[in-house]
T-cell receptor, first 111, second 119 residues
Framework: SQKIEQNSEALNIQEGKTATLTCNYT??????LQWYRQDPGRGPVFLLL?????KEKRKERLKVTFDTTLKQSLFHITASQPADSATYLC??????????FGKGTRLSVIA | DTGVSQDPRHKITKRGQNVTFRCDPI?????LYWYRQTLGQGPEFLTY????????KSRLLSDRFSAERPKGSFSTLEIQRTEQGDSAMYLC?????????????????FGPGTRLTVT
């Protein structure tokens, strides 16, 4: 069955460092992969999308990589700030199939 | 503010009662999705509509759950004979696949959710 794993439930890092979150998947061939941010008590908010034929995507301090051979995506936040503390979700989409979300990684940036 | 609204934000009900939630998507969005999220989990797909047509339902969706989108605008999700296991956050999202010229046709805009507690 399809499976999505995000590397850890929680990640603590020091302010100013780069946070790296991992999303691995099995038994799936996504056409693209999305990353969302979710704050407590709120719905997810879209951050970045990367397609199967793209290796890397950037947006301000965010960078996403996608390796379809390793079946893995890495999500980086550079120069992290306490305001980046949230849960980050990866989501996979096939071709005309619903999004499948991972459990998320709760990131805490410590000042 | 994403523009998707959900009502109510919180609902406490007794086991066996029926509940109905409403979602108002962003007005030009023709796709509407329902998800369920429990603590420590990511959103789990329930069903989605394109305009008024319900195109897909999760195999996990019990017969006690029904969703409608009568005029292709707002949607309702009804749960009949609620059980304690139905306690969760119910999220609605909308999108507009549009044409290939859309900046991001796959982005889903989520509402704030309805938190259901079944006692």
């Amino acid at each position: 069955s399809q499976k999505i794993e995000q590397n850890s439930e929680a990640l603590n890092i020091q302010e100013g460092k780069t946070a790296t979150l991992t999303c691995n998947y099995t038994n799936y061939s996504p056409a693209y992969l999305q990353w969302y941010r979710q704050d407590p008590g709120r719905g997810p908010v879209f951050l970045l999308l990367i397609r199967e034929n793209e290796k890397e995507k950037r947006k301000e301090r965010l960078k996403v990589t996608f390796d379809t051979t390793l079946k893995q995506s890495l999500f980086h936040i550079t120069a992290s700030q306490p305001a980046d503390s949230a849960t980050y979700l990866c989501a996979l989409d096939g071709r005309n199939t619903p999004l499948v979300f991972g459990k998320g990684t709760r990131l805490s940036v410590i000042a | 503010d994403t523009g998707v609204s959900q009502d109510p934000r919180h609902k406490i009900t007794k086991r066996g009662q029926n509940v109905t939630f409403r979602c108002d998507p962003i007005s030009e969005h023709n796709r509407l999705y329902w998800y369920r999220q429990t603590l420590g989990q990511g959103p789990e797909f329930l069903t989605y509509f394109q305009n008024e047509a319900q195109l897909e339902k999760s195999r996990l969706l019990s017969d006690r759950f029904s969703a409608e989108r009568p005029k292709g605008s707002f949607s309702t999700l009804e749960i009949q004979r609620t059980e304690q296991g139905d306690s969760a956050m119910y999220l609605c999202a909308s999108s507009f696949p549009g044409t290939s010229g859309s900046s991001n046709p796959y982005e889903q805009y989520f509402g704030p959710g309805t938190r259901l507690t079944v006692t």
